[in-house]
């Protein structure tokens, strides 16, 4: 769809994408052949012959708080790091990314100076800040750019659920009860939707470059262009906001 909308259009744009388990490429591994067949896809998809920004997406799928990620898959001989440098260097990519969930991981390939862009999910929003604290200072330190993904945690906050006030979701913990009872308070007093919310609170951010939000239709999608438009939340409304943040005790739990 990008590939069809993008074409001949005047306007200066960046396109971002990934490399990494994928529908169409369900075996998909992070090595110099696999990474080569979804580049070369993707190039025909987007109908371009080059990639602003291309993503090692989900290398710590498998990971957990004892062992956060799959090194090898990034930093090994012949495998994605290594890769994306090469296609770099021959100007088929502009940038290069990393996409993951665990923080303990994204600090460590952070720091190793070699990323240009982190896209983060599930982990800095309306509610939940982990990124904040673990990610966000080591870009900062390294200068790179932020890519917030997931800015409606994947449906979570879509929509206000008054239902959830009285009957808490199982994998709602205690605190989180509370935040979330808090924080449909504020969006009543606010007059704004949750996702205009969302997304006016994240940008705030200066540490983040970009959100990604879903859209399903182009009302969503018109939604989406006006929040952002309507630039950060005043300040006294962000600040209501940013007292709510916790950390997650797993940010897999709802997905």
């Known amino acids: ?37 979804q580049v070369e896809f993707n190039l025909k998809e987007l109908r371009r012959d080059y990639i602003d920004v291309l993503h090692i997406h989900d290398p710590d799928r498998y990971g957990d708080r004892q062992n956060p990620g799959n090194y090898h898959a990034v930093f090994g001989k012949g495998m994605a790091l290594e890769t994306l440098q090469k296609l770099r260097e021959q100007q088929v990519i502009g940038f290069i990314g990393l996409g993951s969930l665990w923080l303990d991981y994204q600090a460590h390939c952070i720091n190793t100076g ?23 200072p080591f870009c900062r330190r390294h200068n790179v750019g932020v890519m917030q993904g997931t800015p409606m945690h994947q449906g979570v906050l879509t929509t206000p659920r008054p239902e959830w006030v009285t009957d ?65 939340l005043p300040e006294e409304l962000s600040a209501e906001i940013e007292a709510l943040g916790i950390l997650h005790d797993d940010p897999r739990r709802y997905m």
């Open 168 to 232: 808490p979701p199982e994998w709602m913990t205690t605190t989180e009860h509370d935040r979330y009872r808090r924080l449909l308070n504020i969006q009543a007093r606010s007059g704004l939707r949750l996702p205009e919310l969302a997304l006016r609170f994240i940008l705030g951010n200066p540490t983040i470059s970009a959100v990604i939000p879903g859209a399903a239709n182009v009302a969503q999608l018109d939604a989406n262009v006006m929040a952002v438009e309507a630039g950060p």
């Open 1 to 37: 769809m990008l590939g069809e909308a993008l074409e001949g259009a005047a306007t200066p744009h960046y396109v971002s994408s990934k490399i990494g388990p994928h529908p169409l490429f369900p075996d998909a591994t992070y090595d110099y052949d696999s990474i080569m067949k």
């Open 114 to 136: 070699a990323f240009d862009v982190v896209l983060t999910f599930n982990r800095y929003g309306l509610i939940w800040r982990d990124a904040h604290f673990q990610t966000f």
